[in-house]
């Protein structure tokens, strides 16, 4: 497999430097891309650049990732208007181990000479005084070099300028490449379009300290078809971590993408071949209504991510709220899981003392919680078959719920209509 050509074809490439696909042509390089330390998760937006290093393995070639201890420490401008704070040691070990577990899902860290390997700049950067840093990296970048930069030129012109230590990040990132390059033999530096100038920099430090040669390549930024950023919900970012993003979330995220979007994510995000999307494609214009692209990608990377038994479930829980799965399916999850199916809906606690030996139907709906603003709507609704409980149709406004009734000994599930879904939680 020809790595930069796959990058082509999948519409991932953005720039890469003069001699980079001779030098990966002539037979296994190593190549690192930096992942940034900030939470214990990585989010769909590091995706991308997971796919760049998982098609860099199975092209052949060693991949790195680096985990930014350090670099967590200091911040990167790159595209940012503040300067992010800056993290202890021990949230930076958290998080290390989060995002290692993460990337072993991905990558294959035993298979030869060509598996992935996980590196942390923190450890070449703990003993690193800063009087050895300015003698040893700091002479052979000038401050006008560094000034040319756009993400630099960026912050300097706007209102919140730019501290000396995110100005110092690119001799940082910098002295990565170049440790690396010298002690990992890693001659090629990727990351997203953004991370252009800091990569370049490092290949330029390379060539100055010690007249080597090292390479660039960046792949291109994700944006939604509407220019809205990618991988943002209401909820905000969609994260890997099932405890942050729960399969089903992760699931319908890829679901509810639109047709554009779906025809560019299901290249950049599955491993498809070429032939298998455009037949794919194919189907999907040939019939929109049936998302048959949506349904292919949303399949393809949470069994990815989470494995095949929570697709079923993200499945069952689709099914659940938009076809006709039965109220028993919430017993197979777990209370976490059950208020993540529900996060998206309104959502109403009635204490457990309250909610004593039984309540009546109207009072439950339109006094303990506020599914209707009002008893008389509630009356109305249930008298003209419009409300169940439970997927099953309230008969008569004297009905009463009790803990029999309950899902789990906690929730009941009330619809106005077929698809107004209210969650009433029981404790």
């Not at 937006?45 to 393995?57: C, K």
């Not at 208020?339 to 339109?366: E, H, Y």
């Not at 439970?390 to 309950?406: F, I």
Request: aromatic share 12%; with cysteine; charged share 25%.
């Amino acid at each position: 497999m020809n790595f930069v050509e796959e990058l082509r074809w999948r519409g991932i490439l953005h720039d890469i430097m003069p001699g980079t696909e001779e030098l990966l042509n002539k037979g296994m390089v190593s190549g690192y891309i930096g992942f940034d330390p900030t939470s214990d998760s990585l989010h769909v937006g590091s995706l991308a650049q997971i796919m760049t290093l998982i098609h860099f393995q199975r092209a052949g070639h060693k991949p790195f990732a680096l985990v930014g201890g350090a670099t967590g420490m200091v911040g990167d401008p790159s595209g940012k208007s503040a300067e992010r704070n800056l993290l202890s040691e021990d949230a930076l070990q958290k998080n290390l181990a989060g995002i290692q577990a993460q990337l072993e899902k991905f990558l294959d860290f035993d298979c030869g000479q060509n598996s992935a390997e996980m590196v942390n700049n923190y450890d070449w950067f703990k003993d690193f005084t800063f009087l050895d840093f300015i003698r040893d990296v700091g002479k052979h970048i000038t401050v006008n070099y560094m000034m040319a930069k756009d993400s630099v030129k960026k912050r300097l012109e706007g209102e919140t300028g730019m501290s000396f230590t995110e100005f110092s990040y690119q001799l940082v990132q910098g002295y990565d490449f170049y440790y690396l390059w010298k002690n990992k033999n890693c001659m090629l530096q990727m990351g997203g379009s953004d991370q252009w100038g800091n990569i370049v920099t490092g290949t330029e430090f390379i060539r100055r300290k010690s007249a080597g040669e090292a390479f660039a390549l960046t792949t291109q930024l994700i944006k939604k078809a509407d220019g809205s950023k990618f991988g943002k919900s209401e909820g905000g970012n969609i994260w890997l971590d099932a405890d942050k993003t729960s399969p089903y979330q992760f699931y319908q995220f890829w679901l509810n993408a639109s047709d554009e979007d779906a025809k560019s994510y299901i290249r950049i995000f599955t491993l498809f071949d070429q032939q298998t999307i455009e037949a794919l494609e194919t189907e999907h214009f040939a019939a929109p209504h049936l998302r048959v692209l949506q349904k292919a990608l949303a399949k393809d990377i949470t069994i990815r991510v989470h494995g095949e038994h929570e697709y079923e479930k993200a499945i069952k829980s689709s099914e659940f709220l938009f076809g006709n799965t039965g109220i028993e399916f919430l017993n197979e999850l777990s209370d976490k899981e059950v208020l993540a199916l529900f996060s998206g809906v309104p959502n109403f606690t009635i204490a457990r003392a309250d909610f004593g030996s039984g309540v009546n139907v109207v009072d439950l709906l339109a006094a303990q919680s506020a599914v209707f603003p009002s008893k008389g709507e509630a009356k109305k609704m249930i008298q003209s078959g419009g409300v169940a409980i439970n997927k099953l149709k309230v008969a008569s406004v004297d009905e009463v719920y009790s803990d029999a009734q309950l899902i789990n000994n906690k929730f009941l599930v009330a619809q106005k209509g077929k698809k107004n879904y209210f969650l009433i939680v029981v404790e």
